[in-house]
């Protein structure tokens, strides 16, 4: 039943990410070259912000795909429990770490552009509060996928908290919301159109294709990774 | 008319089972079929699979593949009504270590049935592992064989169709294992079955055994 | 729902016999409450402004601290198969082990804050406000403690494990617990508060247990 879902058996998930990974990791550099030049030489500083606006290129896409990463989470884990396709467990195995580490690029940065901007490395900001709940919720996934000694146990435990997290993220976004009112509007999502300039908008948008495309490029080679892993630990128990 | 002598239906069909663990075979293809007042004996080496195979026909395991029908009928389709025939051993007792050897029993029937144990039935089950003086004491004072006795007027208590045993007679002495024998028989000739992993004989006339293999 | 009464009944009767597990968790809430003012200092102002933030934290802590053995005993001792091979829903046996956890945890550490909040300097109306707060509250600590308990089940370092699972997403509760005191002492809404913290409550009621019983069948794989 589970080989009619697209890319259910490992195996032939394995011979379609050989086929692709090497141009994905191509273009991925050579997005990554020009979005840097846009970010860093070819857009102006912000009038109020100066150069400080062009840590705004990593830190919004990072926070973008930080809590992408986490839906991802929820539905590998959706696809674990429901369907027992084989490959969701290591692909969350593989996703969870990568998530985390875009929600802590996300923190690091907002914690380096709010040193100029606040006058304080960390503030109880609303939005800096919840992606550091985010950055919990990813560590609480990768300490209890790992916390097992059959890894099975540990994906299919960390699946049921990825669901749990994933229906108590806007509660949790909402009651930090509710705690801290200091925090500036968001402005991309805005409806009645974006208020940004386009200056600003195309390297930002550009950074944030370019991320997207380091994170599904990371996400694969981990799973290539996790396959092996796993494949080696199964023939070390019968040999 | 004259009716045709059969073979008596089974009741509990298991076909093709097969259980995995850690991504290894533990068993594969098993099929077997008890009618009402058969017992069968599993037996094989530890790690065959004994185990995962009595947790697998009370679904606590999930198969790889395979069929359990009851009557005919898959019992997967109706879990609640399938776990209501069962009266389950495992190699724990399932037994409260605080409380005492009367109220481990009211409650597990209790949970099992959602009715109270009548004191007759209650009473019937304690003196046939001879367990009436120590009704009263908490498990945790008990040794490992009174234990086990306590665990077994459990299952006698459930009037539970189908028996599941993991290594019934561990740590009984020569009296409780005759006790033992006595109350399966007695659950067997009213047509009750039962299904015991045992590395010990079990000595039963008319009993069947299914050896499972013995992999490294 | 005999079965449910007869889970409680059981677990309620359990911890009449050992009554010490449940003082001990009293006993921490209370230890850990007095060590605030010792170490902030006894100024009386500040300590009225923290109380409810402190009591807060401290009765989730003691309610986590009491959690990991919710479900471990039932797993070591064989009764959690019992209960999986119960001819009614598991996610009935997981509200009804909750149930017991925040009988003998939550309604005490509701009863005891008020007390302690004596030694904080609060008001009589402050100190009903709290114990209501945490009347509503406790039973999502003890659900969403109970999930982290049954997926921690049989993990290496359950303990820490447990806490870190289950804090973040007590995290909204702590926020309306503590924040509805605040709100009375500054004139927000505190009905508004009260009202979203049992919102929070039949949120954890509609989906912990499902979650709970999908993760004790896991362990019992």
Redesign the interface.
């Given at each position: 039943m589970a080989d009619l879902h697209f890319l259910a058996s490992p195996a032939r998930f394995r011979r379609l990410s050989q086929r692709v990974l090497p141009s994905l990791a191509f273009a991925t550099v050579l997005m990554l070259a020009f979005g840097l030049y846009l970010a860093l030489i070819q857009s102006p500083p912000d009038y109020q912000q100066g150069d400080t606006v062009r840590i705004m290129f990593v830190h919004v896409p990072s926070a973008w795909l930080a809590m992408a990463g986490y839906g991802l989470l929820a539905a590998l884990g959706a696809s674990l429990l429901i369907w027992r396709h084989p490959l969701a467990a290591l692909m969350a195995r593989a996703a969870a770490p990568v998530g985390a580490g875009f929600c802590a690029v996300c923190l690091l940065t907002g914690a380096l552009w709010g040193r100029p901007m606040w006058g304080a490395y960390w503030v109880w900001d609303a939005r800096l509060t919840s992606m550091l709940l985010l950055f919990f919720l990813y560590l609480g996934h990768i300490a209890l996928s790992r916390a097992y000694d059959?890894?099975?146990r540990g994906d299919r435990a960390a699946a049921i908290l990825a669901l749990i997290g994933v229906i108590n993220l806007p509660i949790i976004k909402f009651s930090v919301d509710w705690w801290n009112t200091l925090h500036q509007p968001a402005s991309v999502a805005r409806l009645g159109g974006p208020s940004i300039h386009p200056s600003i908008l195309v390297p930002l948008l550009w950074m944030a294709a370019t991320l997207f495309l380091l994170f599904v490029l990371l996400v694969l080679l981990r799973t290539d990774t996790e396959i092996d892993r796993?494949r080696l630990?199964?023939a070390e128990?019968?040999s | 008319m004259l009716r045709r002598r059969h073979m008596v239906p089974f009741l509990l069909e298991v076909a093709d089972l097969a259980c995995r663990r850690?991504?290894?075979p533990v068993f594969e293809r098993l099929s077997f079929g008890l009618a009402a007042g058969e017992l069968l004996a599993l037996t094989g080496r530890n790690g065959s699979g004994k185990t995962t195979l009595l947790?697998a026909l009370?679904l606590?395991?999930?198969p790889a593949a395979g069929t359990i029908r009851w009557q005919g009928k898959d019992v997967g389709a109706e879990p609640?009504?399938w776990?209501?025939r069962?009266a389950?051993l495992?190699?724990?007792?399932?037994?409260?270590?605080?409380?005492t050897v009367a109220?481990n029993l009211d409650?597990?029937e209790?949970?099992?049935?959602?009715?109270r144990p009548d004191a007759e039935r209650l009473s019937a089950a304690l003196a046939a592992f001879d367990l009436a003086a120590l009704a009263d004491r908490p498990i945790r004072t008990l040794s490992a064989g009174q234990r086990r006795r306590a665990a077994l007027a459990r299952v006698v208590l459930s009037g539970a169709s189908l028996w599941l045993l993991d290594e019934p007679l561990n740590a009984l002495d020569t009296a409780a294992q005759a006790g033992f024998r006595a109350a399966l028989e007695r659950h067997l000739a009213a047509g009750g079955l039962a299904i015991a992993a045992t590395h010990t004989e079990l000595g039963f006339a008319g009993m069947r055994t299914l050896e499972l293999g013995s992999p490294a | 729902?005999?079965?449910f009464a007869?889970?409680v009944?059981?677990d309620l009767?359990?911890v009449w016999?050992?009554p010490g597990d449940v003082a001990v968790v009293l006993a921490f809430f209370v230890v850990a409450t007095t060590l605030f003012p010792l170490g902030i200092g006894p100024e009386a102002n500040v300590l009225v402004r923290i109380a409810a933030g402190v009591l807060w934290c401290a009765a989730l802590f003691a309610a986590l601290l009491s959690l990991d053995r919710l479900f471990a005993s039932d797993h070591?001792?064989?009764?959690l198969?019992?209960?999986?091979?119960?001819?009614?829903?598991l996610e009935l046996a997981a509200l009804a082990k909750c149930c017991a956890h925040w009988i003998v945890t939550g309604l005490p550490l509701a009863a005891l804050a008020p007390v302690l909040g004596v030694a904080f300097g609060l008001e009589p109306e402050v100190l009903l406000a709290l114990a209501a707060t945490l009347l509503i509250g406790t039973p999502t600590l003890s659900l969403i403690g109970g999930l982290a308990a049954a997926l921690t089940l049989g993990a290496r370092k359950s303990g820490a494990l447990l806490a870190l699972l289950a804090l973040p997403l007590c995290v909204p509760t702590l926020i309306f617990g503590a924040g509805a005191i605040e709100a009375l002492a500054t004139g927000g809404d505190f009905g508004a508060h009260i009202a979203i913290l049992a919102a929070l409550a039949l949120v954890a009621l509609a989906t912990t247990p499902w979650a709970i019983a999908a993760a004790l069948r896991q362990a019992?794989?």
């Open positions: 059959e890894p099975e796993r630990e199964n128990v019968q | 850690g991504g290894r947790r009370a606590l395991v999930r609640e009504t776990r209501g069962l389950w495992g190699h724990l007792e399932g037994l409260k270590g605080d409380l109220e409650v597990a209790r949970l099992r049935s959602a009715t | 729902m005999n079965g007869a889970l009944a059981r009767r359990l016999r050992r070591e001792d064989g009764t198969d019992l209960l999986l091979l119960a001819p009614w829903p019992g794989e």
